[in-house]
């Protein structure tokens, strides 16, 4: 789910091997496209870090 107004990617998926493994792709595939515009260092990797949003 892609939220426009606060430009957040939300994935969701049962975790277990098939996620840590999405999780790890998708991570680094984000990580490379930011480097290539130049946002290498606006981008953390946190991980499967659980947060808690305002409204969800």
């Known amino acids: 789910m892609y939220l ?3 430009q957040a990617l939300i ?3 049962m975790r277990g091997e098939l996620h840590e493994l999405f999780h790890r792709v998708f991570a680094y595939m984000c990580r490379e ?3 290539m515009m130049g946002l290498g260092h606006e981008v953390h990797d946190v991980g499967g870090r659980t947060f808690q ?3 969800s």
Do not use: H, Q, R
Request: aromatic share 0%.
């Open 11 to 13: 994935a969701k998926i």
């Open 53 to 55: 949003g305002m409204s």
């Open 4 to 6: 426009n107004p606060e």
């Open 33 to 35: 496209k930011a480097v």
